[in-house]
């Protein structure tokens, strides 16, 4: 009765599985090449360039890969009038900043338009059209900072300064004689929460990145610098433009477009966007800032719980049962005597599988995203979906750290019942699915759900392939209302509520398990004895 009762299980999972399965099949989102389509790749968290809103006003655009998001800010706008001019439909994907060139060589995007200056490093791999804005070099910082007074690159000495990583920024800290220079930093609501706390005395800034950034902070200013005391840069560093893949047939095209703008209209479109990207919410308390930025980006937050939640639930259970088949090859064994092609052959597919688990467990999820799924479209011509990609790098991470925890639990099962099966007349195969893998899952259940919790957080590492799990919606959200603080508290409290809820959850099913367990082993006891 104990074993009909866990095959009883099983299946209720097994069923359970095939309706995530299903129900994955006809939500993900389909990967195809379109010509008549213009791909652009940006942050979307770095207003005005670029922010996140939760409807199409203003002219904002939907972002493809975020259901319920849209785009807006001068790289938007500036994306729009190429696209038209060009004939095709604009399509906005969210990419973090580190994952822009891959994806842009990789075939992923068409361009980036997300206020990169086209740098001499840069150009070695992509290339660049003709700029589409230029902007003078500013430092943010407090208000009452002792360097807020200052009026050229000297009186920044001793100052405790950084940029942004992977840019020019951080490079032209080392014009000031004596500073303090810091670490470079991933964004710049990382540098905004760093200069706000005092970790930092402030970081450098297109001035009209600088101007949204006070107007959400009024602890905030910036220094601005005359000419001839401010950062020596030349044309290609302060100004931005479009990134191509190299030999691009559209890099002309678009060149002529750009070239019938002139800078007032380039003047102008920033304008509005820095207007738009304004906001009064400091003249609100730091719990009604909270409520605010629910209140207008609650929908959001919620389609990142529900992806986060989808990724982790399929993911795990897909994760556990390559853990069960890894764990049972690997418990396999071919007597040599008898079999000696099968004996080899088991020893090679068990290097292979070793392999498979050292290397996923030995390196980070994060480098394991960018080469499957750029990787997969450069190398291999295998265009995936984010979302399908999200669930490949999650399963078979997980089922890398599940397997060593699969075969711990089948190496807990008592010898003695290894050998009462055989001496029974079982096989190999009756033994493991009908006697060890039921005891098994029973006593790792506790290790399966910690991976489970896992994983709802560590999906957060793949918003560097543009999956719009919870925190990446999060970045965006601080990037474009440039209250960090305030967002990341909202997220670190959703973050709680999911592990808290299902380690709960997964807490009672075990207790029941259990209970049901007990009472069947007492029903039968008598009948056992």
Known sequence: MKRKFLEEKMKKLLKFLMAFVLAFVFTMEISHADEDTFKVG????????????????????????SKGEYANGYDVQIAKKIADRLGKKLEIYKTEWDGLPPALTSGKIDAIIAGMSPTAER???????????????????????PFAKAKSLKDFKDAKLTGQLNTFHYTVL????????????????SMISATKSGNIDGYVSEKPGAMSAVSANNDLSYVEFEKGKGFETSSEDTSIAVGLRKNSPMKDEINKILSEMNSKDQDKIMEEMVKLSENDGEKLSFFGQMKEIWSEYSSLFINGIFSTLFISIISTIIGFFIGLV?????????????????????????????AYIEIFRGTPMMVQAILIFYGAKQFLAIDMSTMLAAFIIVSINTGAYLAEVVRGGINSVD??????????????????????????????????????????????????????????????????????????????????????????????????????????????GGLNA
């Open 174 to 189: 080392d014009q000031i004689d004596g500073l303090n220079k810091q670490s470079a930093m991933e964004s710049f609501p």
């Open 415 to 524: 010898e003695g019942q290894f050998e009462a099966c055989k001496a029974l007349g079982m096989t190999h195969s009756q033994t493991m699915f009908n006697v060890v893998i039921p005891q098994t899952i029973k006593s790792i259940l506790p290790a399966i759900a910690n991976e489970f919790v896992v994983n709802i957080k560590d999906t957060s590492v793949l918003n560097v392939i543009s999956v719009t799990e919870l925190f990446f919606v999060s970045k965006s959200i601080a990037g474009s209302t440039y209250q960090i603080f305030q967002t990341y508290l909202i997220t670190a409290i959703i973050y709680f509520i999911l592990t808290f809820v299902t380690t709960r959850i997964i807490l009672l099913l075990e207790r029941r398990l259990n209970n049901k367990e007990f009472v069947l082993e007492s029903a039968t």
């Open 42 to 65: 940006m942050e979307v968290n770095y207003a005005p360039f670029n922010f996140s809103q939760v409807d199409d006003s203003n002219g904002a655009v939907e972002i493809k890969n």
């Open 326 to 354: 890894v764990a049972v090859i690997r418990k396999t064994n071919v007597d040599k005597n008898k079999n000696i092609i099968g004996y080899v052959l088991q020893k090679i597919i068990n290097f292979i599988l070793a």
């Open 123 to 145: 150009k070695k791999e992509i290339d660049f059209t003709n700029s589409y804005y230029v902007s003078d070099l500013v430092v943010v910082l407090k208000k009452d900072s």
